[in-house]
């Protein structure tokens, strides 16, 4: 009688606990969960004029891609996405910034003009490779900058200095996952590839309102 | 007589089976920023003969608008997306190769003039057999609709009868 007394309230223990944590943690389809949410790096970057810092992403939402105005095919890519979830998410879509790995060649005035092409709402974010790299870093982005050469990329050092010849056309390898701050400006959540319009959906609405 | 009708009809019917050999479904190309250092063009090769191809150039009807077109691919490999140039593109006997976002296109560098929405680019195709198939692809500004089907950037753009993927290219 003992034996089963104590196997039972187990299960409620277990039942109970289970609940919690999923009430905490949702399960989601695609998203990783930060958990707990990881304060990031002090900051210092440009949008526009204006400065852009940690204090910049307090009391909302925000989605943190990273990226270059050059970018042929992958950037383009991933904001007419993000640009597809603003106009499918049924909850308040968090505010969008581009950040760029390619301080060097992005103007502010060339972020903006190319974040605003896929959705004017979406913030272009420039400033000292030293301060994205801090952040990109700490989301673990990697990029690198190449050029073809006989039908193979080559590497351009990290801080090796551009050849003319190839300043206008080099591009940027770089990881493309999607990357959720949350209201006390911590990353929440990251969204690894493939994205999927109808999961990145309901994973950021599960994620936003299970939020404290 | 018969026999000549019949080899007549014969060849006829050979000849339009080649003619459809490949068929390009849904081309389009990229609208991008005026100031877009590169657009794209994308859509479906269909491979109805028994012989694998390979697309291995495409050019422009205006190719003084370019700087150069080239066929690449985009690819994930250590943790990154990569834009690959390509040789070829290959369409496998009886299969298909979708061109789209995140995935095997054909690049239009370095535009003059970025092609509107509303206009379209003329496009000669060219194919290891010797062929050549003209396409006219709409620049369209790939909205809502397509759902996030195009972004399965990792997904080789291949049907499931269509070459497998070469080996990661060493740097």
Known sequence: MKKIYIFSSLIVAVIISAVIL????????????????KDLPKFQLQQNDKPFNNQSLK??????????????????????????????????????????????????????????????????????????????????????????????????????????ELKDSYLINHSADIYLINPEGKLHAVFPLPHKLDSFISDITRVVNNYK | ?????????????????????????????????????????????????????????????????????????????????KMIKQEFMPIKAGGELVLQPGSWHIMLIQPKAVPKVGESVKLTLEFDDGSKLDVEAPVKKMKGKMKGMMMKHNMSGEHKKAMPMEKPMKK
């Open chain 1, 59 to 164: 009391n909302k939402w925000s989605i943190m891609f990273f990226g270059y105005a050059r970018c042929p095919d992958v950037c383009p890519t991933e904001l007419m996405f993000l640009n597809n979830i603003s106009e499918n998410i049924k909850i308040k879509m968090p505010d969008v910034y581009f950040v760029s790995v390619d301080a060097s060649r992005d103007t502010p005035d060339m972020l903006n003009k190319f974040t605003a092409y896929f959705n004017k709402n979406f913030i272009g974010i420039g400033g000292k490779q030293t301060e994205s790299d801090k952040l990109s870093s700490f989301m673990n982005v990697i990029y690198e900058r190449v050029y073809h050469k006989d039908g193979k990329q080559v590497i351009i050092k990290k801080n090796a200095t551009v050849p003319d």
């Open chain 2, 1 to 81: 007589m018969k026999k000549i009708i019949l080899a007549s009809i014969m060849m006829l019917a050979s000849i339009s089976v080649n003619a459809a050999d490949l068929v390009i479904d849904n081309p389009w190309v990229r609208a991008a920023p005026q100031n877009a250092p590169a657009t794209a063009a994308f859509m479906k090769i269909i491979n109805n003969s028994k012989v694998d191809k390979k697309l291995v150039k495409a050019s422009v009807s205006n190719p003084d608008n370019y700087k150069v077109i080239e066929l690449h691919r985009t690819l994930k490999q250590d943790g990154m997306m």
């Open chain 1, 22 to 37: 999923m009430s905490k943690l949702p399960s989601l389809e695609v998203a990783r969960f930060v958990s707990p949410a």
